[in-house]
Structures are given as structure tokens and as C-alpha cells.
């Protein structure tokens, strides 16, 4: 019976301390997996928190770049309402000068009457039509000086020789005796020569109309011109601006993704870690530090509620152990 005994005993207590060592290995095969977890977590966490901070980096230059874009689009705008009230009120002006202009030409209009009827019927325009009609015209002293620059050049040429260069040279000599004629008879003409100095104001009048009518098209033109190119700038500007805030989005929606990530891994990360410690105090006879685990969870509910946590902060709830 002692030997039964001791036999049971000794069989006992091997089979107690196989079961030991049993339990002891299952122990250290659940920590080294929960470890290279815990690792890998780790590692999870760090990738998440990197890009969400790259993200984050980027949605400030988007934010930037955009506000300045936007910044840029208002002040062209102001330019193109500018422009544009500037060419509205050089349109006015061309209107008023052009007005301006129809009254001179009527003025030139009526001192070419004047200065006709100052001449005589003889001097009054023919209707006829054709070469005939043209060379029927009564001469004035601008047709006899015209015929006498043609005749004068066409001889210095060499074009008129032998009988024609003498017919020539009788035709400019008369030509020139019919011009002192009618120069004669139009001074001792005073309507005419008044008639000739109101058609001379006439047409100066008409003139500065003219030129003031063109020149305020012209800026009128310049500003139609500067408001288009303004215009087409603010549609540049304002596309750049546009895509920023495309960027800007998009990297906020990556950024929050990512920090969706990191948060889940910190929560998994801690789990983790609370059960190596609590396996740590169990062999070890110790229970967990309670201050440690508050502190983390003050982390944890700072980060969870938007609030921005320091670097140091960040590192501490990775290392939490």
C-alpha cells in the first residue's frame, strides 16, 4: 500500500507538473503572438499618423494656394468692372462727338454751297455723266494746279519731245495765266474770299471732330479690349482656385481617413498592451497601474475630440505599457 501510495503520489505530482509546464508554454506562445501584434499595430499606428500629418501638411498649402487664387479673382474683378465703366463712358463721349462731328459736316456742307454760289453759275458743278461729263466741268484753281503738277512731272520725265514738247509747254503757260486770272478775280471777290475762309473753318471744325470721335473710340476700344483680357484672367485664376480646393478636399478627406486608422489602432494597440500587462501581473503577482491608464484614456478623449496633441503626447500613447 506505501508503495501505491507513493506511487500514486509520485504520479501525481508528474502529471501536476507536466500540466505546469503545459499551461506555461501556452503563456509564452500567446504573449510572443500578442508582441509581434502588438509590433505590428505599432507599426499600423506610425503609417496612419505620418500620412494623416502629410495630409494635413498639404491641406494647408491647398488652403493657401486657394486663398490667394480666390484673393487674386476679386481684385481682377475689380479690374473688369473698371474697364468696363470705363468703356461705357468713352462710348458716351464717342456719341456726344459724333454729334458733334454731323453738325461740322453740315457746317462744310453749307460753306461748299456758299462758296459755290460765291462763284457764279458758271462754277456750279455739272450732273453729266461719264469722261464727257467730267470734262465738262468748269476749272477751278485746284483742277489747274493739279493738271499743272501732272504736266510739269511728265516733262521732267522726258514724256513730251519735239511738236508735243512745245504744246506742252504752251498748254502750262496758259495754265498758269488762267490760275493768276482767278486768283485776281477771286481777291477782289470778297464773298467769295469770305465764303472760302468760312468753308476753311468749316472743315478745321470737322476735323477736331473727327480726330476727338477716333480717339475716344479708341479708348473706348482699349477698355473693351483691357475688360476682355481681365475677364479671361479671372477665369484663369479662378480655375487654379478651384483646383486647390479640389486638392484641399481631397487631402482632408485622406487626412481623415487616416486619422480613422490611426484611431483604431491606437484602440487595438492598447488593448493589446492592457493584456501583456495584465498577463505581466498575473505571473508576477502585481495588477495594473491605474494612473498610467487614466492618463492614456485623458489622451485618447483629447484626441477623440478634435483636439491637437503635442508629438510627446502622440508617442505616449504608442508607447503606452
Known amino acids: 500500500m506505501k508503495r501505491l501510495n507513493v506511487k500514486g503520489r509520485s504520479l ?3 502529471e501536476g507538473g507536466n500540466l505546469t509546464r503545459t499551461g506555461e508554454i501556452g503563456m509564452d506562445e500567446l504573449k510572443t503572438q500578442l508582441e509581434e501584434r502588438r509590433k505590428m499595430v505599432d507599426e499600423k499606428a506610425t503609417s496612419y499618423r505620418t500620412v494623416r500629418d502629410e495630409c494635413n501638411d498639404n491641406s494647408k498649402k491647398f488652403t493657401a ?3 490667394e487664387m480666390n484673393s487674386e479673382v476679386r481684385e ?7 474697364q ?14 459724333k454729334a458733334i462731328r454731323a ?3 453740315k457746317e462744310v456742307r453749307a460753306a461748299k454751297e456758299a462758296l459755290n454760289a460765291a462763284k457764279g453759275p458758271e462754277a456750279a458743278p455739272q450732273r453729266d455723266e461719264g469722261r464727257r461729263g467730267r470734262r465738262d466741268r468748269p476749272d477751278t484753281i485746284h483742277s489747274l494746279r493739279r493738271e499743272l503738277i501732272r504736266l510739269e512731272n511728265e516733262f521732267e520725265m522726258g514724256r513730251h519731245t519735239g511738236k508735243n514738247e512745245t504744246k506742252v509747254m504752251k498748254r502750262m503757260k496758259e495754265i498758269s495765266a488762267k490760275i493768276q486770272k482767278m486768283k485776281i478775280s477771286e481777291d477782289s471777290n470778297t464773298d467769295l474770299k469770305e465764303s472760302r475762309e468760312s468753308l476753311r473753318i468749316a472743315m478745321e471744325t470737322q476735323e477736331t471732330a473727327h480726330a476727338a470721335v477716333e480717339q475716344a473710340a479708341e479708348a473706348a476700344q482699349e477698355a473693351h479690349d483691357l475688360m476682355l483680357q481681365w475677364n479671361k484672367e479671372v477665369d484663369t485664376q479662378r480655375e487654379k482656385a478651384e483646383s486647390a480646393h479640389r ?5 482632408k478627406k485622406e487626412a481623415d481617413k487616416n486619422h480613422r486608422g490611426y484611431i483604431v489602432s491606437l484602440r487595438c494597440l492598447h488593448s493589446i498592451q492592457d493584456m501583456l500587462r495584465a498577463m505581466r501581473g498575473a505571473s508576477s503577482g502585481e495588477g495594473q497601474r491605474p494612473s498610467a491608464r487614466v492618463e492614456v484614456q485623458d489622451l485618447m478623449g483629447k484626441l477623440m475630440s478634435g483636439e491637437t496633441l503635442s508629438t510627446e503626447e502622440l508617442m505616449q500613447l504608442q508607447r503606452y505599457d
Open 12 to 14: 501525481g505530482q508528474c
Open 65 to 67: 494656394t486657394r486663398n
Open 76 to 82: 481682377l474683378i475689380v479690374q473688369v468692372r473698371e
Open 84 to 97: 468696363r465703366e470705363i468703356r461705357e463712358q468713352m462710348n458716351e463721349i464717342v456719341r456726344d462727338k
Open 103 to 105: 453738325e461740322a459736316n
Open 247 to 251: 486638392k484641399l478636399r481631397n487631402s
